[in-house]
């Protein structure tokens, strides 16, 4: 454990300091932040000291990407959520939005700290530890999760950079440097395990012992991580963050039971139900969106920032010993679409397909018909078989029943040739929408 001090503080205590911490941020965004300030005057909460603590948040106004977007000006690139001069801010990140133009977010020196410290802690609890070699593939630079490659200093890790796009460079990396860990995004963590296998490549055999996943929800779906751990013969973790908040604020330990937050003290967790937005407790077994706050930001602290994250809550003891939350990723918000009243999680679509393993590669694609969230069944999914598999029937068809009976939806199977769905060397979308493709 990197800092057992912090990590296995009790909860409550820890509660109590974040909520002291929160306070004096609430005092700091009234007094820097013009976005929050009439924010919070138009939603009746004229003080900090009105706000309340950390008990009263549920009744604060939620916070959208695009309202912080839509803040920005020629004058002010950032947003109207700015709270510092530019001579403290120490560097400033881009993360790519839907719309094609980039969010900045800016950091402090304190804030950079924060987060190499948080996303240090999430990285470490994987089991990696100081001395050992670790690859990584994320072409980062110019995006947050380059404050993750900082961690890996952190820790004492001898890292490898290597970016994303060339598998040849990494195998070869892997055989001769005899990394004892990798870092993926799950889709390219699978598209790996294909690629070494089409080439006699044993990268079951190599020197990685821990493949930590992140950056797109998907390596903590059993299947779909057994199938990764099988590939690579090695354990693998999960690690998520959410750019605008920060980077790997959670990480998941060597029980694999979910991530911890390592950003406990640097940011609070709360869940909403994200169709009315109420405030749902973080208690073991909850469910629903992720919503989080800064608790000692400097540069553009955020309140009850929306992740679009959908994320079960764990809060049972760890054998680990570290006493943080621990969440699971289903899926994103977004990705989420309604068949007849039923939520479905894309997801959730391919965990119960790849149970059709070695019979399908386990690769999916949910094509809605109707534009948005809501669809009338049956939801068209394309399957992709196994390499020399053939369509039949039968398995569409046990496909369909599988599907209807594990999450109640009715759905329209295609079986589709090995290798014609898209394989993306980074991340994977699960969804296309009849008129993207077609149009
Ligand atoms: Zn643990």
Not at 208 to 224: C, Y
């Amino acid at each position: 454990m990197l800092d057992p001090k912090v990590e296995t503080r009790p909860w409550p205590e820890q509660h109590a300091i974040d909520d002291a911490a929160y306070r004096t941020q609430l005092d700091y965004l009234f007094d820097r932040s013009a976005f929050y300030r009439a924010k919070l005057t138009e939603a009746g909460l004229a003080s900090a000291e009105v706000a309340g603590g950390l008990t009263e948040i549920g009744s604060l106004p939620l916070t959208d990407k695009c309202e912080l977007r839509a803040s920005c000006t020629p004058d002010n690139p950032i947003g109207a959520h700015l709270c510092c001069t530019p001579r403290e801010i120490v560097r400033i990140y881009s993360t790519s939005g839907t719309t094609g133009t980039p969010s900045y977010v800016p950091l402090t020196a304190s804030d950079l700290e924060n987060w190499v410290t948080a996303s240090a802690r999430s990285y470490a609890a994987s089991g990696i530890t100081a001395g050992q070699r670790i690859v990584t593939t994320y072409n980062a630079g110019p995006f947050v999760a380059g404050a993750a490659l900082a961690a890996f200093d952190r820790i004492g890790l001898c890292h490898i950079p290597l970016g994303t796009g060339n598998t040849e460079r990494l195998m070869l990396a892997i055989d001769r440097l005899r990394p004892e860990a990798a870092v993926l995004t799950p889709s390219y963590a699978a598209y790996c395990i294909e690629w070494a296998a089409e080439r006699g490549f044993d990268l079951r055999g190599s020197s990685v012992e821990r493949v930590l996943v992140a950056g797109e929800p998907g390596g903590g779906e059993p299947a779909f991580r057994a199938k990764l751990e099988a590939g690579w013969g090695a354990t693998v973790t999960e690690a998520m963050g959410i750019g605008d908040i920060g980077v790997s604020l959670w990480g998941e330990c060597e029980e694999q039971d979910g991530m911890h937050l390592g950003a406990r003290g640097f940011v609070h967790a709360e869940l909403i139900d994200p169709e009315t937005g109420v405030a749902v407790g973080m208690d073991d077994g909850a469910a629903g969106e992720l919503v989080l706050r800064h608790l000692q930001h400097r540069a553009a602290p955020l309140l009850r920032f929306r992740t679009r994250d959908h994320v079960h809550v764990r809060t049972s003891h760890c054998r680990c010993g570290r006493t943080s939350p621990r969440v699971r990723c289903i899926g994103r918000t977004d990705d989420m679409l309604i068949v007849r009243g039923v939520n479905v999680f894309p997801s959730a679509v391919r965990e119960v397909v790849s149970a059709f393993v070695p019979k399908v590669s386990g690769n999916i694609l949910v094509r809605p018909r109707a534009p948005g969230v809501k669809q009338e069944p049956p939801l068209p999914v394309n399957v992709e078989l196994a390499r020399d598999a053939t369509a039949d029937a039968t398995l569409a068809e046990a496909i369909r029943d599988r599907l209807r009976n594990v999450l109640v939806i009715q759905t329209h199977i295609d079986l589709v040739p090995w290798g014609s769905l898209r394989r993306s060397g980074y991340k994977s979308g699960l969804v296309e929408h009849a008129l993207e493709g077609d149009g």
